[in-house]
Antibody
Framework: QVQLVESGGGVVQPGRSLRLSCAAS????????MHWVRQAPGKGLEWVAV????????YFADSVRGRFTMSRDNSTNTVYLQMNSLRPEDTALYYC???????????????WGQGALVTVSS | EIVMTQSPATLSVSPGERVTLSCRAS??????LAWYQQKPGQAPRLLIY???TKATGIPARFSASGSGTDFTLTISSLQSEDFAIYYC??????????FGPGTKVDIK
């Protein structure tokens, strides 16, 4: 079965960096786009970024573009979210989610991890 | 910039009742609309994609319809495990993958 396990969350000061990882299993990782979606405490869902299966295409939400980058390693079935210049408003539970396959890479997020909590505070 | 709205914000329902949730987009999203269910302390679960197609394992009591700007999610007979927050999400226009604010379905 599809499993997504996030790691790397923690408490970080404003302006600092953090990298989240998401380890995938149970499917052919190299065929699927991957997403990051976040949820601030007590709030709704906010999509953050998507990366195509081959890492050629990527999109970011306006709120994180220029500060966050996304990468993947298809040899280890891992996707990453590098978060730089963190702000208090980036505090959230960050979910890794599987996207679409191949040319349907912009399909919705079909499987989700349990999330990694990032707290940005001085 | 596209904006997604959902109504009502909260719905108080008794088990066994029929429930209809609404989602509206500020501009057409064609059929690129998904619905998710999120229970407290859990990750979201994809229920519906392409406006009306059920995701794998979703019970028959869930159905959805709509295209363009107006969409509905219907639960034909609410079960205890259906009390949750329901989000719609568009995947057609920028900003991509915009979520609605959610509808909370709670026990009457």
């Amino acid at each position: 079965q599809v499993q997504l396990v996030e790691s790397g969350g923690g408490v970080v000061q404003p302006g600092r960096s953090l990298r989240l990882s998401c380890a995938a299993s149970g499917f052919t990782f190299s065929l699927y786009a991957m997403h990051w979606v976040r949820q601030a405490p007590g709030k709704g869902l906010e999509w953050v970024a998507v990366l195509s299966h081959d890492a050629v295409n990527k999109y970011f939400a306006d709120s994180v573009r220029g500060r966050f980058t996304m990468s993947r390693d298809n040899s280890t079935n891992t996707v990453y979210l590098q978060m730089n210049s963190l702000r208090p408003e980036d505090t959230a539970l960050y979910y890794c989610a599987r996207g679409g396959k191949g040319p349907d890479w912009l399909d919705p997020q079909s499987h989700w991890g349990q999330g990694a909590l990032v707290t940005v505070s001085s | 910039e596209i904006v997604m709205t959902q109504s009502p914000a909260t719905l108080s329902v008794s088990p066994g009742e029929r429930v209809t949730l609404s989602c509206r987009a500020s501009q057409s999203v064609s059929s690129n609309l998904a619905w998710y269910q999120q229970k407290p302390g859990q990750a979201p679960r994809l229920l519906i994609y392409r406006a009306s197609t059920k995701a794998t394992g979703i019970p028959a009591r869930f159905s959805a319809s709509g295209s363009g700007t107006d969409f509905t999610l219907t639960i034909s007979s609410l079960q205890s495990e259906d009390f949750a927050i329901y989000y719609c999400q568009q995947g057609n226009n920028w900003p991509l993958f915009t979520f609605g604010p959610g509808t909370k379905v709670d026990i009457k």
